[in-house]
């Protein structure tokens, strides 16, 4: 058996604003690091699209970074790759030059929105969530991909023939880092498209959003290896993508979270709550049912989408002419308040996520008046991050069991402990932060070397740095909290126009 000591991962994760490469060892230890900013174009409000090439060029460009930095500081050997990508953003390109044929629509798109009350006003959404486990919205794949033939080949004849494909990121850079057609289960489960018992693409859905199965990957499992990757001189000959995740999903694993219970949350320009479930059941209402990831067997969770947290802090900051690490230290500064007067900022910049899925609710800001200071808006920013996170543990408590009496988290902003703090007292849970930043690359890499045979998954480095944040708030003092963001949240939904709901 050969020496495996230097043998490492390198973990590209694959992100809305970055792709972020890291060089692994089986004892979690970061060799060797890339970094590429990639960039976002906003042609008309709500759109967001980015480039294809300019993806797949970032990975190559950053996993060849980290490997040489691995390979010249450490003497280490590549033993594989593995992937952590943003989900739902879809893809499409000629298979036949592996060319793409329009932009990448990003996560956040809402150009679909037309199409997807229509097909909630025709009364699909009941049945649509039943097969795969989502509501219909234009945040998921499935509308996105249908815009993008509506563009190139409305007859659908060549997607329809297999020569125009169609995929999430993950299923981009398969294609253009190894030749093959497929794409990760977890993945393909946020498109609305697959069946979540079967693990295949579901006809009946196929046909009500127009996709071509010919146009569609072949689903493979989270740790199925690929052909060799090409492209990128800075790898051995040979070398494999051992494991590909989503990037929530990557974080769930990154913690090391195996049974049903474990709950997570990942910070970013929104944020996603995601929990395992014990099986293919149904997510509470206001959440969807996912697939975490695919080894043996499938395993699912339940996961809610907050639209706006991270962002948030960036628009404030904007707004004010500071920074979001400003803004979290002039919240600290604020302290807690008066929890039956003050400030309340609801987020709902491009409507609500979950639990409340409307896509009507208006962003608001109440409770001021002519002395509200700078250090009480920001404390309400940061306020909605954690207030947003507790309806989602709340609504995924609905069944009886409270979800996630000890959270973990990760993700950028959750490197501040003001933050997290906040999060513990206004969710009324402890929070556990892991020492090791980038948790998405080091979840993709912990799966990737297991695949690759390298280590094992208890072999994998411990975290013996995590802290963990208890609640420190007088529990009367945040039910009253609580009890005015709700009055918020009211006033966003209120101010809109008459709507129907999309679903609970």
């Known amino acids: ?50 480039s294809a090439d300019e993806i797949a060029t970032s990975v190559a460009v950053a996993a060849a970074e980290a490997a040489r930095q691995a390979a010249e500081a450490h003497g280490a050997r590549v033993a594989g790759v593995a992937l952590s990508t943003q989900r739902e953003s879809a893809v499409v390109w000629d298979r036949e030059t592996g060319e793409p044929l329009g932009p990448v629509l990003g996560w956040q798109d809402r150009r679909t929105a037309d199409a997807a009350r229509a097909l909630g006003a025709a009364g699909h959404g009941e049945r649509v969530r039943a097969v795969c486990g989502l509501p219909i919205d234009p945040m998921f794949s499935a509308l996105k991909f249908a815009w993008l033939l509506d563009a190139v080949d409305p007859d659908r004849r060549l997607s329809g023939a297999g020569r125009i494909g169609v995929g999430t990121v993950d299923a981009w850079l398969a294609q253009r880092l190894t030749g093959e057609f497929r794409v990760e289960a977890g993945n393909a489960s946020r498109t609305a498209l697959l069946d979540l018992g079967a693990l295949d693409w579901s006809d009946e859905l196929l046909d009500l959003f127009r996709i071509p199965r010919a146009a569609l990957p072949r689903v493979a499992a989270s740790d199925q290896a690929t052909e060799a990757v090409r492209g990128i001189d800075a790898l051995p000959a040979g070398t494999r993508i051992h494991a590909v995740l989503g990037d929530s999903h990557a974080a769930l694993f ?43 067997a499938p395993s699912y969770a339940f996961e809610g989408n907050i639209l706006s947290t991270g962002a948030t802090l960036v628009w404030l900051a904007g707004l004010l002419g500071s920074t979001p690490e400003e803004l979290i230290a002039l919240a600290g500064a604020a302290g807690r308040g008066e929890a039956a007067h003050g400030v309340d900022l609801v987020p709902a910049f491009a409507g609500l996520g979950a639990p409340w899925w409307d896509e009507h609710a208006q962003a608001v800001l109440s409770g001021f008046d002519l002395g509200t200071s700078r250090a009480e808006v920001a404390r309400a920013a940061v306020d909605s991050i954690a207030l947003q996170i507790g309806d989602v543990l709340d609504a ?25 703090q906040r999060i513990a007292d206004l969710t009324g849970r402890s929070v556990r932060r892991p020492g090791s930043a980038g948790l998405s690359a080091l979840g993709a890499a912990r799966l990737g070397g297991v695949s690759a045979g390298i280590w094992g998954d208890d072999d994998f480095g411990g975290d013996t740095a995590a802290e963990l944040f208890r609640p420190a708030a007088d529990p009367g003092w945040a039910d009253a909290r609580r009890r005015r963001w709700h009055s918020a949240l009211d006033l966003a939904r209120s101010a809109a126009p008459a709507r129907t709901p999309q679903h609970q």
Do not use: C, F, Y
């Open 254 to 296: 990154g913690h090391g979270a195996r049974t049903p219970g474990a709950v997570k949350v990942t910070l970013g320009t929104g944020s996603s709550v995601m929990g395992l479930l014990a099986g293919r059941e149904q997510a509470p209402a206001g959440l969807v049912t996912t697939v975490a990831w695919s080894l043996d």
């Open 1 to 50: 058996m050969s020496d495996t000591r230097r043998d490492v991962i390198v973990a590209v994760d694959q992100g809305t604003s970055s792709t972020k490469a890291v060089a692994v060892d089986r004892a979690g230890t970061v060799l060797g690091r890339g970094s590429v900013a990639i960039g976002q174009d906003h042609p008309l409000p709500g759109w967001v699209e980015q």
């Open 396 to 420: 995924a408590s609905s069944g009886g069991d409270r979800a996630g009496e000890t959270v973990l988290v990760d993700g950028g902003p959750a490197a501040n402990d003001v933050l997290v």
